[in-house]
């Protein structure tokens, strides 16, 4: 597939503009449709390989290039496609009119038009590509950090979203890990040391379901891999099929440059005292990178005799 035309930047933009601006550019060769006052559906349908992302406007006005969502950067590539759902609220995509619009898809046979369906999210947003995927049997799945329920017999350990329990997480698309069993392959990226977001990941365990350990990245992993390159690449591996383990931890060396990764694994090993591991850390990252934080840690081994200056 050719790449959409003319991508505009719309991060100057305000809200209402905003949505006209993405709406024309969606309309120039895909569709655009208000299911509810909450949410808004855009396509892009000629390629073979489908990207079924779920995304918030207001991370993608606030962190995403030119405020366009993934699923339409997604799109650009060679023989590719979208499905994004767009969500005004921060409501887990708990609404009747988005069960029936999937229902729509499953009645029309509309997944079966494509070699390929990946479903994609993050968080809030991965409970719902979970969720929805049981509408495309054979799918991939692509999650990090997702929500597994609110229900609070399954999850009331987690206190993050109280004012949330209210909605219903037993009626239709309700559990995310139980939509799942019908997929050919799911894969969670997580950060084990964010305990809650490892508790829900716990959930998702099942036969096919991989999970990729992104230690030291934090309750915002998406927006860590996007400023690695790595989220596009990612989810058009999954596309291909080509998206394991092996790859994924290929693609995830690329940490080994990332400023912020490398400041968390530095205060980890400071927290916990380990000196030998300190000094390894900044002779590796120093005469690499020259960050102020390994420089400030370098002059507290050099005072206590451990190691060299090195700069």
Request: hydrophobic share 45%.
């Amino acid at each position: 597939m050719a790449e959409l035309p003319n991508l505009p930047d719309l991060s100057d933009l305000n809200r209402d503009d905003w949505g006209r601006g993405l709406q024309q550019t969606v309309e120039t060769d895909g569709s655009w449709s208000d299911l509810t006052t909450g949410h808004t559906v855009l396509s892009h349908s000629d390629g073979n390989t489908l990207f079924v992302t779920f995304e918030f406007i207001e991370d993608i006005r606030s962190s995403r290039d030119n405020a366009l969502p993934l699923g339409v950067a997604l799109a650009q590539h060679d023989d590719c496609a979208c499905l994004t759902i767009l969500a005004e609220t921060r409501a887990w995509f708990r609404d009747p009119a988005l069960y029936a619009y999937f229902d729509a898809l499953v009645d029309e046979d509309f997944f079966a038009d494509f070699d390929s369906v990946v479903f994609y999210g993050e968080g809030m947003c991965g409970y719902a590509a979970a969720a929805f995927s049981v509408a495309a049997p054979g799918a991939t799945v692509v999650l990090i950090a997702p929500q597994a329920t609110l229900d609070p017999r399954v999850a009331e350990w987690d206190h993050r979203f109280q004012a949330m329990r209210r909605l219903s997480f037993t009626d239709r698309y309700g559990f995310a890990p139980e939509m799942i069993e019908g997929a050919e392959s799911v894969f969670v990226l997580y950060d084990p040391e964010e305990e809650l977001d490892a508790m829900h990941t716990a959930l998702f365990t099942r036969p096919h379901v991989d999970k990729f350990r992104c230690r030291f990245l934090g309750k915002d992993i998406a927006s860590a891999l996007e400023d690695m390159k790595l989220l596009e690449k990612t989810l058009l591996l999954a596309g291909s099929g080509d998206l394991s383990v092996p790859t994924f931890a290929r693609l995830y060396r690329a940490r080994r440059d990332y400023a912020p990764y490398l400041r968390s694994l530095l205060t980890q090993v400071e927290d916990n005292d380990r000196v030998g591991l300190i000094a390894m850390i900044v002779r590796n990252v120093l005469p690499r990178k020259g960050m102020p934080r390994m420089k400030k840690a370098m002059r507290s081994l050099v005072e206590q005799g451990v190691m060299e200056d090195i700069t």
